[in-house]
């Protein structure tokens, strides 16, 4: 007759062998320490080089400090087209860049909203700036590219708000060159 272990026989076994392993992992020496895996090193340096592309700076304490890398409207970048950078919302420090193709006639209104997930990015920022610039050079259109507030030090909904905002802000003809060269039915 085979007979089954019953909870008590088992409880038996179970427990000097749980003993011996906590007397094992606790008072051994833990002098060496252990090999740290080169994933972890890679992982670190592509984090770090996210963060250079994103322009931030993680500290150590978890906060995150933002460098806005500024781009300032030349003559040099483009002789066919002018720039100007003209206020939304002071309060919210929201603005927009304007770009403007030299051109005699009303111009149909572009309104660049520029992306990054709504927490990275902005209107100075050189990437934008540059394609805004060829943009209204080959499509002949008034560029107004917005520069809303940014999370995570505004939480959302505030880049919603600030993109409606501009909205208005360009269908009520706010702005001079808006009102004097873009074509607010286009």
């Not at 090193?41 to 592309?53: G, N, V, W």
Request: positive net charge; charged residues 20%.
């Amino acid at each position: 007759m085979i007979r089954l272990a019953t909870p008590t026989s088992t409880r038996v076994i179970f427990l000097p062998l749980l003993l011996l392993i906590c007397t094992i992992f606790f008072f051994l020496p833990q002098t060496q320490k252990l090999p740290q895996p080169k994933m972890a090193e890679s992982l670190s340096r592509r984090y770090s080089d996210a963060y250079k592309r994103m322009f931030l700076i993680p500290r150590p304490d978890g906060t995150i400090t933002r460098i806005i890398p500024v781009v300032f409207p030349t003559a040099a970048t483009s002789t066919a087209l002018c720039y100007k950078d003209s206020v939304i919302n002071q309060v919210n420090r929201t603005w927009a860049r304007l770009f403007l193709p030299k051109s005699g006639t009303k111009l149909p209104i572009l309104v660049f909203i520029h992306g990054g997930g709504f927490v990275n990015g902005g209107a100075a920022d050189p990437v934008h700036q540059s394609l805004c610039a060829e943009a209204a050079g080959r499509l002949g259109v008034l560029i107004v590219s917005v520069n809303y507030r940014l999370a995570p030090e505004n939480r959302l909904p505030a880049a919603y708000d600030d993109v409606l905002e501009a909205l208005t802000w360009v269908r009520d003809g706010k702005d001079e060159w808006v009102r004097q060269f873009g074509d607010l039915s286009r």
